[in-house]
């Protein structure tokens, strides 16, 4: 069949990506779904920093590629071997496919999953194959996904299936920002109750952390950014604390306010300067977890006495440390409790063909989720 998808095609344009654009909306012929594959019509895609650092380089994939990994829709076909899932479905994407087989998966650990990870790298589905292409030649997906599109054929291994009363827009947050920063919160540091936290970067993996924080019982909830606006909407969403990372002094300015650190902190940024704060605002014997995906060219330095004379925490989460199929329904029950408001973090809403104006958006930080609707 035929699909409108975005397709990038070189990397590191200049910005504004409004007047460079890299990427362009193109027709691709989009094979039908092949053993334990699912196509499937997408409804909602989120703009995520994901994206943008293949978009800007920073995180180089096999180009061309057809973007997009967070996402929801609905299932149109299924191939041979899929019998859990039927035509009608409502589905959100995640951009970790796990085999099940490999020893992260067998451990209960999908996000860490081998055979995802090598076909995420490469630009494949799960099982090596790719399903878009065009008279050129094959378009690689990306994070088995490929979601700014009409159309996407993907991994069945990618798709949880989502109640049909909640409208796209919202599920498809729950593909990646949700459960990245919730996940980390939750999983990934189990923080206590009453326990202090300070969320460094307010996207929307950060605002994620930060609700999760809330619905895990924080009492003091430090929230952190360069950007004015965000941090009077973390207030909003119940933020105790604000500081502006732009101030020089704002790793003694939160040490002093909490009484020498707090005793969880969350770099969500993805940046050398965030995660300096993030591990010099935390406490003698607290943890410091990052989601951020830096240039792997980037190198973050600490004391190194510090992780055993302060008996400091350094860890990394990916995906939030969550196994989607359980972690997915139970996050979407609390939305819709009232207990996770992610639904606030949908700031803005765009078409297909205003990718490029929308990923400038995001390149500037004023944005926390932008929404393609398809």
Do not use: W
């Amino acid at each position: 069949m035929k699909v409108r998808t975005a397709v990038l095609r070189e990397m590191g344009k200049n910005l504004p990506y409004a007047e460079s654009k890299p990427i362009q909306i193109e027709t691709l012929n989009l094979d039908p779904p092949g053993h334990g594959e699912v196509l499937i019509k997408i409804k909602a895609a989120s703009l995520c920093h994901s994206d943008l650092s293949v978009v800007n380089g920073s995180r180089p994939r096999p180009l061309p590629m057809a973007l997009g990994h967070e996402a929801s829709g609905i299932v149109e076909q299924v191939g041979e071997g899929v019998d859990d899932l039927e035509v009608g479905d409502h589905i959100v994407c995640v951009f970790v496919p796990s085999c099940g087989h490999c020893l992260p998966c067998q451990e209960g650990r999908p996000a860490l999953c081998e055979e995802g990870a090598k076909s995420n790298t490469e630009g494949t589905l799960l099982n090596g194959d790719i399903r878009l292409h065009n008279a050129e030649g094959k378009i690689n997906h990306h994070l088995g996904v490929s979601a700014f599109s009409e159309y996407a054929v993907v991994s069945r291994n990618s798709l949880i299936k989502v109640d049909k009363d909640i409208p796209f827009e919202k599920v498809a947050l729950f593909g990646c920002a949700v459960i990245t920063g919730i996940g980390a919160v939750i999983n990934t540091a189990n923080i206590k109750l009453g326990s202090t936290v300070a969320v460094v970067g307010l996207g929307g993996v950060g605002l994620s952390a930060l609700i999760g924080a809330i619905a895990a019982g924080a009492e003091r909830i430090i929230a952190i950014d360069i950007n004015d606006s965000k941090l009077e909407f973390a207030k909003e969403l119940g933020a105790t604390d604000t500081f502006n990372s732009t101030d020089m002094d704002v790793i003694e300015k939160v040490r002093e306010a909490t009484g020498g650190g707090v005793e969880y902190s969350f770099e969500t940024a993805g940046a050398v300067p965030a995660m300096e704060v993030a591990y010099g605002i935390t406490k003698r014997g607290g943890t410091t977890v990052t989601t951020g995906l830096p240039d792997p060219k980037h190198h973050f330095s600490f004391p190194y006495v510090s992780l055993t004379a302060e008996e400091r925490t350094l860890k990394g989460s990916y995906v939030g440390s969550c196994v989607p199929k359980r972690d997915i329904p139970k996050f979407i029950n609390l939305l819709k409790q009232g207990r996770l408001p992610v639904d606030k973090l949908m700031s803005d809403m765009i078409e297909l063909d205003q990718i490029n104006e929308g990923f400038d958006m995001l390149a500037k930080g004023e944005s926390s989720r932008i929404i393609i609707k398809l």
